[in-house]
């Protein structure tokens, strides 16, 4: 167990270091000068040179990228122009919001957060009931009615769906706010309801998928013998459902259910661009539009570690249901 | 007739301590009457498993742990024992599906243990392997066809008459219709199934065929067909087999010679008559005593073997049997007892071996019938 | 019980030997394959979702016909039926004899022929994208399944690093740091080349769940006895690779595969959602639909169109994929 | 069973789909007004500089007056403010040495904001000027502005650190556009850059070697905004910025929210044109265009109080504009920001073929392909209407949709090939796919090649751009013909790279005349400079005029006094108040 822990984050700060060099690199390949951008109009090249060397953009690559992670491990100088020291960990200062990264992605974070969490917990619920009640009435209107639901689900696309939400329920029948983000700190009803098209949309969306996988999977747990035996033996329907039958379906729900919640934690950007929300998402590609490296860097590595971090939790989380499986 | 054995024992385990001490080391022992040259000679052949225990730590399995035997040409040897005594991986050790911990396989003379894929491709020809599972062990998406021909083509093999006619050939003599060539395993009953298996196996004609367990997944019905099919196939084309089983009547029927294997070791080994007329080994007893129609035994009847087999994990130490052995006595937990020729290519590791027959009066030929096991 | 019955009754039986299952006629068995080809006929929502998915890949595939039996090109432009702010005259978005499915507002090309074209265009990049990755997962999946140790880890590694890789990030800078790589500076950059640069994003992506299903399948085959039957007559890994393991699992391949598609069309018309993708002289799906949804108000037939047609393409897709698993797998059947 | 779940799925999002409209759309009513003619002046008299300004009718004080705008705005550090955004938001908490007093319909003073006049030329040779500041004017802690914080606020826009900013006054102290190193502003800290002095706490002096004539416009940017040196923070101030405008920060979550408060030190009887009606102004960046306007159109809660600052996207044009009861809650104005179809005159050298180019466009196809009236309106002159001096003419009369025939005798059977450079954005895609069908009618051939919309700029700036053709804009920084022809046409400022003469158009006649011009008074250029347009087109025609931006807001039914601003074409909110 430990040493599967080891060996697992090894790997993960592996991923990650590889991740960095390789997003590091991808920056340097673009076509695109982030210096251009800092000064329009009537700039001339000898000033450009003279903010490239400030901003240290004329060094070795290898230099940069030290510096850079020397900035996370321990912080480091940036120089006047971005916001003189900057303490660990440094994600440097970005070229276009003229702050220190590490405020954007406090800023940022909390909204992608607040989008995901509860929207997994809606799907997720919505969705593996959905799979766990048209399995167990199979067959009946009910089922069909669920199969239909994810089918549809399945097939739209989250831009159309979160466009025609808005569309009727914003503007036309002004039931909701205009979707925006409030802390839920500072008030809760605000928070949920500003962001609650957006759960809906990507509940409904994902929801469809996890009906599907685990209608399937609950499907072919019943069919199995141990359930037909715990029923046999004159178990309680719910019991044998419920704790036998539910916990090995589920399994491999859980599995893709990590590593989509990882992958979505790392940014919704469709779902932040159709509500107009900035999250990390948008910040990532906004960065990326603007050549802003330092947004680049923090953004693509803390995706990173949301998904390598998934990764690691499901591997646990399998073993903790399923105790077949051995860690090694 | 207890007691006459007992007599012997005693005369017997003098003998074997004072050979002991003349004939060590113990690869020097000839386990194998010793007529012609051995087609296969293992000596000291061991598998060891890693596996993860607990939090930290790995430690080893002791799946087979150091055997000693040779299969002349054209000789039936039986290796039987309970589930996880290593049977299976030995018999995957030599045809080299595993790769042996330590000790030697020669076949023909030539050390084969540690050989790679493309030395091993002449030898491949000569030693085949027959699966217990029919259904496992056919690929569900060739024909009947192609699973024959399969061994003649990777092994690049243009028999005269090309392939089709030699593996309708091979269909004939497994006594399945030549015409369905064309037919998918799932369209074959598990009998049918398992002849399909065997008519691989001869695809290349070996010399050798280790057959791991092949009827004990078929109906009782079946299995009689499958093991006179594999008599005959003996007989006919002088094949060496190494006939793994836990079923001591089916060996009984289809084996010169017979190893008896306990957590991984051999016990005892000989040929057919002694071993189930003059079982030694306190363990082979107790094996025998369990067939059910073989209860005409003397006093004591069924030998019921208390405790469970000991986890390979840790094997006890001494004599492994010690645990569960109603003679065990404190040298059984010290030394570990050799495995010792005693004449007639009969030997056991026993430091108390029994003597005497189990069953006199069912001795001979073959006794079990159907009825008698219904009963 | 378990005890042998051979001695005796065996002999009896030997002669005969003959097979348990009754005498057939044809010779010729029914593989696994034509069995589920069989089940795939009787299915008749496969049926019905098969024959959609052959109509629009016939209709891809005749554009050119199409357009010459339709009499208009995908960049015509009729902004003389639009009126001042650009929208089309006439009803529902300019729907009429010439124009079936009407203008689009502002250039005043037609819908219907651009749809068509779209279709060719998303399905090309769908059904390239979806053959690679599966190629690649395949291959990986089945080097880490078959041959396992350091290769398996090391494949491992790579599938977790795709996965945290910044599928954005790339995809929004391969296509002009590519371009620049491989056009010059005056030169128009081909359609073709942006529909191989989205299948090469896709493609960098989109293996891993493949190779992830195909290294489980393989590590349960491995230890077939076939499998081992094979390696023990002596078999090269092609052999194992491709006559042993492959056939048996290009059902889950072949699953994944019909699931995949309809995915790469979305995410087609996801990424020029972010301002990835195709340029405008390519007609897809992605931009038409990306294009149209602001005129959900005021032009709603311009979504219509498209939005009911990758609907319904994707539904189709979705339906098949899942009949399909049904008729490969009858276990799991509905 | 599926297959009428299909059914089912498909019935439902018709319907959704169609829920919009499903009448006849005839094409009545599509036109619109956006005729406008500028005057521009800049105040003699000394009243006009003075406060408070003049209250706007049906104004109320309260509420709180909300921004929509999809990007953030780029810099709020005075010194760096440049962007449209940025100079629509700045005078809230800015106030710089002049400004505009605006009357949204075109009639421009410019006036003394924080001096008393709009400056005065000592010598009458423009080298020397002169600024005196108010008495009462004050900073958000109370702390008087004297010409000490408007030259340190001049003087750290030399600080390479802060980019973004015009270079304007910087170049002409300096004399170099690399005034940076000639007067390096970290080493120099406490006191001022060359020219500049401040004899006493009430003035300002400028001295330049060269005449500058046009510096009373220079100085109503944001440059000139002041600073106590105690309150630089230097690039941090961008996030917070120190005010002396009626309004401070309050708060600003970067990139999502800037809260702006009424600042109690600032005193409306100073200030000639900026009010403080609201109780709050609140930008808010995210939502896209469309998700603005349609926010706005809403009319919902505290949108009622809105301004969607993205105009009015295309899509939603035929709504908007056919929606007689939206129409008091949209403003629409052409704006000064000119649009070009640029001939890289470096390599399209044939004057026949620039022609051509000119005959050839077809304008109103192009704007409807935008999106029509209320996005661009059609350009035939280099300079926009809004140019003080402003003369319309068409040198190549193509009509609506392009001229044929002329196009054929100048080509005379020749079919040029040349490269058309457009951005990737969704909206010179549109345009690109348009302008290549107009040109290949025509008989041009024409290449489309991307360019990334980010990079784009950047590179038709260098001069050896690969391009024949791209779309160019230009908006001036103020509406004279001064910061527009010299900026575009002087052959002689054509640099390796980062060029504003991105046509590439160099002849020695027209700098000399330019010279002539620029030496003249400021009150006297504007009909010389609409003249030298005009010959421009005519003998040379370097770029094929194409349309000038519209700007079409739409704001909730709450917000008041917000017009377009004449100077940039951008909602200005110097009048916004909340109707209670």
């Known amino acids: 167990m430990t040493r599967f822990l080891v060996k697992r984050l090894f790997s993960a700060v592996l991923t990650l270091f590889a991740v960095s060099v390789l997003t590091f690199l991808m920056f340097f390949a673009l076509p695109r000068d982030p210096v251009t951008g800092m000064c329009p109009k009537n700039c001339n090249p000898e000033r450009l040179e003279r903010v490239r060397d400030e901003l240290g953009l004329n060094d070795p690559l290898i230099t940069q990228y030290a510096g850079y992670m020397k900035g996370i491990v321990t912080g480091r100088d940036l120089g006047s122009a971005q916001g003189g020291h900057c303490d660990a960990p440094c994600l440097g200062w970005s070229y276009v919001t003229n702050e220190a990264v590490s405020d954007t992605i406090a800023r940022v974070l909390p909204v992608t957060l607040s989008i995901v969490i509860p929207a997994a917990v809606l799907w997720l619920l919505l969705g593996v009931g959905l799979g766990m009640v048209s399995a167990l009435r199979r067959g009946t209107w009910l089922d069909r009615l669920a199969i239909g639901f994810s089918l549809t689900g399945a097939s739209l696309q989250l831009y159309f769906v979160g466009a025609v939400l808005l569309l009727v329920f914003v503007y036309n029948l002004r039931l909701l706010p205009v979707p925006s983000y409030t802390s839920i700190l500072d008030n809760p009803v605000k928070w949920a309801s500003g962001l609650v098209l957006a759960w809906v949309s990507l509940a409904f969306l994902f929801s469809a998928i996890y009906a599907r996988l685990s209608r399937a999977q609950m499907l072919e747990t019943l069919s199995e013998d141990f359930v037909r035996t715990a029923r046999a033996k004159g178990l309680a329907k719910p019991k044998v459902y419920g704790r036998h039958a539910l916990r090995a379906a589920i399994t491999p729900v859980v599995t893709i259910a990590g590593l989509d919640v990882g992958g979505a934690l790392g940014g919704t950007v469709i779902t932040e661009t159709t509500f107009g929300i900035q999250g990390l998402g948008r910040t990532a590609v906004d960065a990326v539009r603007a050549g802003d490296l330092p947004t680049i860097m ?25 105790p077949r499986v051995r860690l090694r | 007739m207890w007691g006459s054995l007992g007599e012997r024992e005693e ?202 367990e092949p009827v004990s997944a078929l109906d009782v019905s079946i299995q009689a067909q499958v093991v006179n099919l594999l008599r005959q196939l003996q007989r006919d084309l002088e094949l060496a087999f190494v006939f793994i089983a836990h079923d001591l009547a089916v060996v009984r029927h289809f084996c010169q010679r017979v190893a008896v294997m306990y957590l991984g070791k051999i016990v005892e080994i000989g040929d057919r008559v002694d071993i189930y007329e003059r079982p030694q080994h306190p363990y082979t007893r107790a094996l025998l005593s369990a067939i059910p129609d073989v209860t005409k035994l003397g006093p004591g009847g069924r030998i019921r073997l208390t405790g469970d087999v000991p986890t390979p994990l840790d094997p006890p130490s001494g004599c492994r049997f010690r645990t569960r052995c109603w003679k065990a006595q404190e040298i059984c937990a010290t030394e570990e007892p050799a495995l010792v020729s005693r004449g007639g290519g009969q030997a056991i590791a026993c430091h108390f071996p029994e003597s005497g027959p189990v069953a006199g009066e069912s001795g001979g030929t073959a006794g079990v019938t159907v009825e008698e096991v219904s009963k | ?216 399948q393989v590590i349960a085959l491995r230890e077939r006895e076939f499998v081992e039957a094979a390696r023990a007559s002596g078999a090269g890994l092609g052999h194992m690779v491709f006559r042993q393991l492959l056939p048996n699992i290009w059902a889950p391949i072949l699953v994944s595969f019909s699931l995949a598609v309809p995915q790469f069309i979305t995410s087609e018309a996801a990424l020029s959602f972010i301002g990835v993708g195709l340029s405008d002289e390519t007609p897809s799906f992605g931009r038409m639909i990306y294009r149209s949804l602001d005129y959900l108000q005021t032009d709603p037939a311009y979504v219509f169109f498209p939005g009911i047609t990758i609907f319904a393409l994707v539904f189709a897709f979705n339906l098949f994929g899942d009949a399909l698993r049904d008729a490969l797998d009858p276990k799991s059947s509905r | 069973m599926r297959p009428r779940v299909v059914a089912a799925a498909g019935g439902a999002i018709a319907l959704v789909v169609a829920l919009g409209a499903c009448s006849k759309n005839t094409g009545e009513g599509t036109t619109v007004d956006t005729g406008r003619t500028q005057t521009g002046v800049i105040a003699t008299d000394p009243k006009d500089s003075q406060g408070p300004a003049a209250e706007v009718a049906g104004a109320s004080k309260g509420g709180t007056f909300t921004i929509i705008r999809e990007t953030p705005i780029s810099h709020l550090d005075p010194q760096r403010t440049y962007s449209f955004a940025g100079l629509m938001a700045s005078p809230l908490f800015a106030r710089y040495l002049t400004t505009w007093k605006d009357d949204g319909k075109g009639g421009l003073v410019l006036v003394g904001d924080l001096a008393e006049t709009p400056g005065s030329d000592v010598n009458k040779d423009c080298k020397v000027w002169e600024f005196k500041i108010k008495d009462g004017v004050k900073f958000e802690d109370g702390s008087p502005i004297t010409s000490k914080e408007i030259a340190y606020g001049i003087a750290r826009s030399f600080d390479p650190d802060l980019t973004g900013g015009p270079t304007y006054i910087q170049e002409w102290l300096a004399d170099t556009p690399q005034f940076d190193t000639k007067w390096d502003f970290k080493k120099n800290k406490g006191s001022l850059p060359p020219g500049l002095t401040t004899p006493d706490e009430k003035t300002l002096r400028f001295e330049f070697s060269k005449p500058r004539c046009d510096l009373p416009f220079a100085v109503s940017l944001p440059t000139t905004a002041p600073l106590p040196p105690a309150k630089d923070t230097g690039v941090n101030l961008d996030n917070k910025p120190f005010s002396s405008g009626p309004y401070k920060i309050a708060d600003n979550q970067v990139g999502v929210k800037l809260t702006l408060d009424r600042n109690p030190n600032w005193d409306a009887k100073t200030d000639p044109v900026r009010h403080q009606y609201p109780d709050q102004f609140v930008w808010t960046f995210g939502p896209t265009p469309d998700a603005a306007s349609n926010r706005v159109i809403a009319d919902n809660g505290p949108d009622q109080s809105a301004l969607a600052f993205n105009t009015v996207p295309a899509s939603l044009v035929a709504k908007v504009a056919g929606d007689a009861a939206l129409k008091s809650r949209t403003i629409l104005s052409p704006t000064p920001s000119a649009n070009q179809l640029v001939i890289n005159n470096q390599r399209v050298k044939d004057l026949k073929i620039r022609q051509a180019l000119n005959y050839a466009i077809d304008r109103e196809g192009l704007i409807k392909a935008m999106g029509g009236p209320t996005v661009a309106a059609p350009l035939t002159t280099l300079m926009p209407p809004s140019t003080i001096g402003y003369k319309a003419y068409d040198a190549y009369p ?63 700036k260098k001069k050896d751009n690969p391009w024949d053709l791209y779309i160019g804009n230009w908006a001036a920084d103020w509406p004279s013909g001064a910061s527009i022809l010299p900026v575009l046409y002087d052959g002689r400022t054509i ?86």
């Open chain 4, 495 to 580: 640099k390796p790279e980062g060029n504003s003469n991105q046509s590439y158009f160099n002849d020695p006649a027209i700098n000399a005349e330019m010279d002539r011009i620029l030496a003249m008074s400021p009150a006297e250029q504007g009909p010389e400079w609409a003249k030298l347009d005009e010959r421009i087109m005519k003998e040379y025609a370097p770029v094929v005029p194409l349309f000038v931006d519209v700007a079409y807001n739409v704001h909730g039914s709450k917000a008041g006094g917000v017009f377009i601003s004449s100077v940039f074409g951008y909602p200005a909110f110097v009048n916004a108040y909340v109707k209670q």
């Open chain 2, 11 to 212: 005369r017997s385990a003098a003998e074997y301590r004072s050979r002991e001490r003349r004939q060590a080391p113990m690869s020097e022992v000839s386990v194998a009457p010793s007529a012609a040259e051995p087609l296969l000679r293992v000596r000291g052949l061991a598998k060891h498993f890693p596996v993860r225990t607990g939090f930290r730590g790995q430690s080893l399995v002791r799946a087979v742990d150091g055997l000693d035997f040779d299969v002349r040409p054209g000789e039936t040897l039986g290796l039987v024992g309970e589930s996880g005594c290593g049977k299976t991986t030995t018999g995957r050790m030599l045809v080299r599906l595993l790769e042996p911990t330590a000790g030697t396989i020669e076949f023909e003379g030539r050390d084969i243990t540690h050989a790679g894929r493309r030395q091993l491709r002449p030898l491949r020809q000569d030693l085949q392997i027959i699966f217990q599972d029919p259904y496992a062990s056919l690929n569900p998406r060739h024909t009947v066809g192609r699973i024959i021909a399969m061994p003649l083509q990777v092994n690049g093999i243009e028999p005269p008459g090309g392939v089709k006619a030699r593996v309708q050939e091979l269909l004939e003599i497994v006594g399945l219709n030549p015409e369905h060539y064309n037919r998918y395993p799932h369209e074959f009953s598990g009998g049918q199934r398992q002849r399909i298996g065997i008519a691989r196996a001869l695809a290349l004609r070996p010399k050798l065929i280790v057959a791991d």
């Open chain 3, 1 to 216: 019980m378990s005890l042998s019955p051979v001695e005796g009754v065996a002999l009896a039986e030997i002669e005969s030997g003959g097979p348990e299952v009754p005498e057939r006629k044809d010779v010729v068995g029914r593989s696994p394959g034509r069995l589920a080809w069989i089940r795939l006929r009787r299915d008749r929502t496969a049926m019905v979702s098969g024959g959609m998915l052959l109509f629009f890949m016939l209709l891809a595939l005749a554009a050119p016909l199409i357009e010459m039996l339709y009499g208009i090109g995908p960049k015509e432009q009729f902004q003389s039926l639009l009126d001042g702010f650009g929208m089309p005259l006439g009803y529902s978005g300019g729907v009429s004899g010439d124009h079936w499915f009407g203008l689009e507002p502002g250039l005043g090309r037609d819908i219907f022929i651009r749809l068509i074209y779209g279709l060719r265009t998303s399905l090309f990049i769908a059904f390239a994208a979806a053959v690679i990755t599966a190629t690649l997962g395949v291959v990986l999946g089945t080097l880490a399944g078959y041959l396992g140790g350091w290769l398996d880890a090391v494949i491992n590694w790579i599938t977790d690093l795709t996965l945290a890789m910044p599928f954005l990030v790339i995809a929004l800078a391969l296509t002009p740091t590519l371009v620049l790589r491989f056009y010059g500076e005056r030169e128009a950059v081909s359609p073709a080349f942006g529909v191989a640069v989205l299948i090469g994003v896709f493609a960098i992506f989109g293996w891993t769940s493949t190779a992830r299903l195909v290294r489980g």
């Open chain 1, 298 to 322: 923090a953004t693509v590595l803390i995706a990173a570690v949301f998904v390598v971090l998934a990764n690691v939790l499901v591997d646990l989380l399998y073993a903790a249901i399923d």
């Open chain 4, 398 to 460: 193509a009509g609506a949709s392009g001229n044929l025939d002329k196009v054929k005798e100048l080509l005379g059977g020749q079919t040029p090939e040349l490269v058309l450079g457009v951005s990737d954005g969704a909206t010179e895609q549109i345009q690109g796919t348009q302008l290549k069908a107009n040109l290949e009618r025509a008989g041009f051939k024409i290449t489309l090649r991307n360019i990334p919309d980010d990079a784009k700029l950047d590179e038709i």
